[in-house]
């Protein structure tokens, strides 16, 4: 059984909630604060020179997820948000119950509102900003629809957070 507590941390600025699940794959440097039932899955990076990083309660960091800071802007994301595999965040700020999909870039002091969608490899521009309730898609990303979407936001945000606890219990299956 892998000892899941194991996490790779550089100086005293990284804050951890005891609740989280924090793979020990995931790289995590600066000032970073990581809330209460959060994931961080396999091949994480978190880089913070500047700013900080503030991931919220609940959120799922999922697999090779890059989150940095701007240069002139911290990466903040809210709760019970999914930020899919391979997701770059730079420098952005992601409101409560996002989805954000696979492969998607977020950059520089672009602000995704709470409930929104941002649709898969989309590529939401520095300064872009959307609205709560949004679906945004493209390269560049734009506003398709509104629409609340937190309830299946928020379902699928509790699915990751009990397989964190599986993964923390040392189970890899949700059957």
Do not use: W
Request: glycine share 10%; with cysteine; net charge negative.
């Amino acid at each position: 059984m892998i000892e899941i507590k194991a996490v790779f941390t550089r100086g005293h600025d990284v804050i951890i909630a005891d609740t989280a699940f924090i793979h020990p794959s995931a790289l995590i440097y600066g000032k970073v604060r990581i809330g209460a039932g959060a994931s961080v899955f396999p091949y994480v990076v978190m880089r913070s020179e500047a700013h900080e990083i503030q991931i919220g309660a609940r959120t799922n960091i999922q697999d090779f997820v890059m989150v940095h800071v701007g240069n002139f802007t911290p990466t903040i994301v809210g709760d019970d948000c999914s930020i899919t595999h391979h997701v770059t965040l730079h420098g952005c700020e992601i409101g409560d119950r996002c989805l954000i999909g696979i492969n998607s870039t977020i950059m520089d002091g672009a602000k995704i509102g709470a409930n929104s969608i941002v649709a898969e490899h989309s590529l939401v521009r520095s300064g872009q900003e959307f609205p709560p309730n949004s679906v945004i898609a493209g390269s560049p990303a734009r506003l398709i629809k509104e629409r609340d979407c937190s309830d299946a936001n928020l379902m699928n945000a509790r699915i990751y957070e009990q397989i964190a606890r599986g993964y923390a219990n040392g189970e890899d299956r949700l059957v």
